[in-house]
């Protein structure tokens, strides 16, 4: 089976490629099952070729694979001469992972297994997260997932991954918080909490650079190598993806979109994106209007009574996110921009018109502008992304995809 043009790219970006020399079993398993992860179902001599590794070892290493139920056979496709050819396919139930997004507005808590898929997922609301209640919300929520999945499946969770703000209490002002709130989350260990609670191990990974690690794995991102990956939630913010891996910097500011200046007055209290570009200002918006400020996260945001502030927010929000735009393009030669948020695709698909027209309101001269895109996963990016790192970080032959550091 050959793969789509799509997969095929997937595919040669991220370089599944084996060594049939001794000593790299696992390494080689890891190869087989990411090049099955990226084209799909494939049977064993288009894993060889896509692998560079011999027909033998292509032919243990699956049996290995189906033995520890990592994998499973379809059903057979008959060409027009020879045996019929078996398709291997990664086993949903092979293995599970839990994704977990600690927002300042929500909490998402989501089940996912060995092909990406969400299983399970729970939500939570509030003003503003409370450890406390985060941590009982949490308790709640991996008891009904350990009583949904039988003991021989529970043991099958790789692990936990936590998408939360690299500070969460701060802002204070801003978003004026309760000063008591902030201080305990200053004293609260979020990753030894969940750890000790479930007697997993625990991953954590910023909220937005998480979404970026899904856009990376299971969305754009297989297609495009080089891009600016932009998230609009509370606070706007983004990540960064060179040569299809993710950088993230000695001091995790790459792809920290939102702290982009956006003038040069040498005003320490000038405006960044996150104080223009960001959902709490359509909240803002909403609650001015004596509308709900919640209804920036779904489909009442395009509706026509919330519309016309919706625009408004458009109309103040794209011109900073193509300004931004402009300056990462002059440091980065980038293919594109990829756009998403924690709102519904109307508003998506707006927002972006609204940057692409905002764009030629610049002077781009002698730099080539990038194609801004949508991004594919929406609201479910920070815990999902968050999902994949124990899955990757098990199974995956590149184990630097989500953390290349600089330096």
Avoid at 155 to 170: E, M, N, V
Avoid at 263 to 281: D, E, F, H, M, R
Avoid at 361 to 378: M, R, S, Y
């Amino acid at each position: 089976m050959s793969p789509s043009p799509d997969k095929a790219s997937a595919a040669s970006s991220l370089k599944p490629r084996g060594s049939s020399q001794g000593g790299m079993r696992q390494y080689n398993e890891r190869v087989v099952l990411q090049a099955i992860r990226l084209n799909g179902r494939l049977p064993g001599a288009e894993i060889a070729r896509l692998t560079r590794l011999t027909a033998q070892s292509i032919s243990l290493i699956t049996k290995r694979l189906l033995e520890d139920e990592l994998l499973i056979k379809e059903t057979p496709q008959r060409g027009k001469v020879g045996q019929p050819s078996v398709p291997l396919a990664l086993n949903p139930d092979g293995a599970f992972a839990i994704g977990i997004k600690v927002g300042r507005r929500s909490l998402d808590i989501l089940l996912v297994d060995f092909t990406g898929a969400v299983r399970e997922r729970w939500n939570l609301s509030y003003n503003f997260a409370d450890p406390e209640q985060i941590l009982t919300h949490l308790a709640d929520c991996l008891g009904k997932i350990k009583t949904r999945l039988s003991p021989q499946f529970w043991d099958r969770i790789q692990g936990i991954g936590i998408a939360a703000p690299l500070h969460i209490g701060g802002w204070q002002q801003l978003l004026g918080l309760d000063a008591n709130v902030v201080a305990r989350w200053e004293r609260f260990q979020l990753n030894e909490e969940i750890a000790a609670l479930t007697g997993l191990p625990v991953q954590s990974i910023k909220d937005t650079t998480a979404a970026c690690v899904a856009e990376l794995v299971a969305g754009r991102g297989r297609d495009v190598r080089n891009f600016i990956y932009v998230f609009v939630d509370t606070f706007i913010g983004g990540g960064l993806v060179l040569d299809s891996h993710l950088h993230i910097g000695k001091h995790g500011n790459a792809g920290a979109i939102g702290s982009l200046a956006l003038g040069i007055t040498g005003n320490a209290n000038s405006p960044q994106l996150l104080n223009v570009a960001s959902l709490y200002k359509l909240e803002s918006r909403f609650i001015a209007a004596g509308l709900d400020g919640r209804a920036t996260s779904d489909e009442r945001a395009a509706s026509t009574t919330y519309w016309p502030h919706t625009q408004a927010w458009i109309a103040e929000t794209a011109p900073p996110i193509a300004f931004a735009m402009l300056n990462s393009s002059c440091l980065l030669d980038l293919e594109g921009v990829i756009l998403d948020g924690c709102f519904c695709s109307a508003v998506k698909e707006a927002l972006i018109q609204a940057v692409i027209t905002s764009m030629q309101d610049f002077n781009w001269e002698g730099i080539v502008p990038p194609q801004v895109l949508a991004g594919t996963i929406g609201s479910d990016a920070r815990a999902l992304g968050g999902a994949l790192l124990p899955l990757y970080a098990n199974f995956a032959p590149d184990r630097d995809l989500f953390l290349k550091l600089d330096g």
